[in-house]
């Protein structure tokens, strides 16, 4: 659905040229939601709004749905970004406009019937629950329903692709929620494929396919939301996945402290259900100290993660570990 | 008196009236351009705005005074005379323009960027954007702005009548000042204050009515 080449973006400062995108190649499929995971000023912006070219590129190209978006004059980009959707921190609604007015405000750039406005904008405030809202004013809204408003906004024209620039960060924790589950259902019901960046990596847990790491300005890592939970590659995926509210900080840990050897486990849901540490204690001539444990619940399935430190035999710790790599888990000597 | 001041608050309130409409015709464009042509404006032109930047700032540091007496000849052009109220609106309008120009400017500047990125991002066109966001957005910020403009009009046609303009100022001025008549001259200067003040509370009132923010 989307595919980005080569993709680099140049900014002429007062302090000479910076690249905040550098060389990135991602391929994302339809009806995918996939996220790109950066810390602040890594580039994820500057990246999202490539592709609807409020950032003109500076090298590479970007194919949406076919069409090679970096080639288009400014009359089929206008169109083109007509299907494309996007949303933002900080919502941007039209202050002196109603809700109403604001989600019909894509249709009326197009001139369109008044009816046909109606039933659309109807529907949308439907789908966001906001139907008694229809004649407020943005001032008068908590920041998830003006984030409601925004996304029926962006949907009003049925776009096929829609890309949301931290839409939840300026949101509280239980509002967030709400906003990634409103995504997901946008997501079934619309067909949508999203592209999503963010700080946080409860964003990526809740509603990510796909996830790309971004920092200074390269992708480092790409994965699927569980394989990145399992085993994340770099080390910016592992801090991320520690930032977790759930996850101790496996830095603290000095593996000198507790026996011999310290080990990560992740298992998913299924191999959850076994009991393999058990059944390893009872194989294995080993102690085993459990030092921290969490469970994280992705979109399909949860996964685990369980630090032990071991102690013993070298040999029987070798192959208690190699024991634990055939039930399926991964395992991760600290 | 009041066969006196009628009249000439008549003329006054003529006078401010056109000169404000045709001040805002003059000006409201030229703080649209100034918005949209500046550095990251949504019709960049660089050069355009320094020149247009530029010019306004000449035309703003003129003395009113002299502004008006260099542009009397134009009001010949225009309506066949250089004397009276209806001659003082043009010279009236023209050097309020500038002043026009900047104050639409800086109300339109007060229009959060992320709005018009949106728009940008929902294939706007610029004008588009600049009737369906940025002047309704603006709206009571420029409300504000034509109640300042309205006021400095005022000002400026009490200035008019000194040189043969007609309205309150001149009554103030030729029986007030030079005819030795004080009390004229004191009730022409409480209605140009009371006028300010009214218009300043409507101004400020309709402002407050209009803003959904
Ligand atoms: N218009 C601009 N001009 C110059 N530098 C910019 C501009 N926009 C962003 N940057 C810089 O590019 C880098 C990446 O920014 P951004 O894409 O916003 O990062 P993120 O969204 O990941 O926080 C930052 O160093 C930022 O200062
Ligand atoms: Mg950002």
């Not at chain 1, 659905?1 to 993709?7: A, F, G, Q, R, Y």
């Not at chain 1, 019909?104 to 949308?124: G, T, W, Y």
């Not at chain 1, 964003?203 to 920092?215: G, L, P, S, T, Y």
């Not at chain 2, 015709?25 to 404006?41: A, D, Q, S």
Request: charged content about 20%; glycine content about 8%.
């Amino acid at each position: 659905m989307i595919k980005i080449e080569n993709l680099s973006k140049k900014f002429e400062t007062n302090d000479g040229e910076i690249w905040p995108v550098k060389n990135v190649n991602l391929h994302i499929k339809k009806g995918e939601i996939f996220g790109i995971i950066g810390l602040s000023g890594a580039g994820k912006s500057t990246l999202i709004r490539c592709l609807n070219r409020l950032e003109e590129p500076t090298k590479g190209k970007i194919i949406i749905d076919g069409v090679d978006i970096t080639s288009l004059d400014k009359n089929d980009l206008r169109n083109s970004r007509k299907q494309i959707g996007m949303i933002f921190q900080h919502f941007n609604l039209l202050s002196q406009k109603t809700v109403f007015e604001n989600i019909a405000f894509p249709l009326e750039l197009e001139k369109m019937d008044k009816h046909i406005i109606n039933s659309k904008v109807n529907r949308l405030l439907n789908f966001v629950e906001l139907s008694d809202k229809k004649y407020a004013y943005p001032s008068e809204l908590s920041g998830g329903q003006k984030q409601r408003v925004a996304i029926a906004r962006a949907l009003v024209n049925n776009p096929k692709v829609l890309l949301s620039d931290e839409a939840t960060s300026a949101l509280d924790p239980k509002t967030t929620d709400s906003i990634l589950k409103l995504l997901n259902e946008t997501r079934d019901e619309f067909g949508l494929t999203i592209v999503l960046i963010t700080h946080q990596m409860e964003v990526v847990k809740d509603i990510c396919d796909r996830v790309a790491i971004m920092e200074n300005g390269e992708i480092i890592e790409t994965n699927t939301a569980l394989e990145l939970f399992r085993n994340p590659k770099t080390k910016t995926a592992k801090t991320f996945i520690n930032s977790l509210k759930s996850n101790i900080v496996e830095e603290e840990i000095n593996p000198k402290d507790f026996g011999d050897k310290v080990i990560r486990l992740s298992f998913l849901g299924d191999s959850a259900r076994k009991p393999i540490v058990s059944r390893m204690i009872k194989q294995f001539d080993i102690e085993v100290n459990i030092l921290s444990g969490n469970i994280n619940n992705l979109v399909n399935t949860s996964i685990g993660h369980l630090i032990l430190g071991l102690s013993g035999d070298d040999e029987e710790i070798e192959k208690a570990i190699d024991y634990l790599n055939k039930q399926n888990v991964n395992v991760e000597v600290i | 008196m009041a066969e006196l001041i009628i009249p000439s608050l008549l003329e006054t309130l003529y006078m401010v009236f056109f000169s404000t409409i045709f001040s805002l015709v003059l000006g409201f464009p030229l703080g649209v351009l100034l918005v949209i042509t500046e550095k990251g404006g949504i019709w960049e032109k660089p050069a355009f705005y320094k020149i247009l930047d530029g010019i306004i700032n000449i035309l703003r540091s003129f003395p009113f005074l002299i502004l008006m007496i260099l542009l009397f000849p134009l009001s010949r052009i225009i309506v066949g005379k250089t004397i009276g109220t209806t001659a003082t609106i043009v010279p009236l309008s023209i050097a309020a323009a500038p002043f026009v120009a900047r104050v639409i400017e800086s109300s339109l500047k007060e229009v959060d960027k992320g709005v018009i990125e949106l728009s940008l991002s929902m294939g706007a066109t610029i004008p588009q954007i600049i009737f369906k966001v940025l002047i309704p957005e603006a709206m009571p910020s420029l409300i504000l702005g034509i109640t300042l403009t309205i006021i400095n009009i005022i000002g400026y046609s009490a200035m008019a009548g000194a040189i043969g303009g007609g309205g309150l100022g001149d009554l103030a001025i030729r029986f007030g000042l030079y005819g030795f008549k004080t009390d004229i001259m004191i009730v022409s200067v409480i209605i140009i204050i009371l006028l300010v003040q009214g218009i300043q509370f409507l101004g400020n009132k309709l402002a407050v009515m209009i803003n959904k923010k």
